[in-house]
């Protein structure tokens, strides 16, 4: 199986992320290597944890947004509602909603850094 493939496998939408990006195969993989640099980049379970919760919506905004544009389904929606429980003041379920998709998180991470090793990226 190759990076498309393994992704979506776990739920990721390739061919809208390929139409979002204009088809072009390239890119839309060179963004999908950048996605595990961004959420280092973007800690939102830190930021719940230091209760800072302006943080933590900023940061769960962005992984929503590239998530969305990338068509990677379920961190999009995981972190849609992240960020509209955030917004509520329900840092609670925000923190159950997260726990839950950390594991596929990891997963997708996974594939796609096994996918920049290969790739010398």
Known sequence: ?????????????????LRRLGGKADFYTKMLLRVPTLIAERPVTA??????????????????????NLSITPLYESYSKIVALLREGDSGAASAVLEGILPVQERILSIIEKYRQLNGS
């Open 47 to 68: 930021a719940m944890m230091r209760d800072n919760p302006a943080l933590a919506v900023e940061n769960a905004h962005a992984v929503k947004g590239v998530a969305g």
């Open 1 to 17: 199986m190759d990076l498309l493939e393994e992704l979506l496998a776990e739920g990721a939408d390739i061919a809208e992320g």
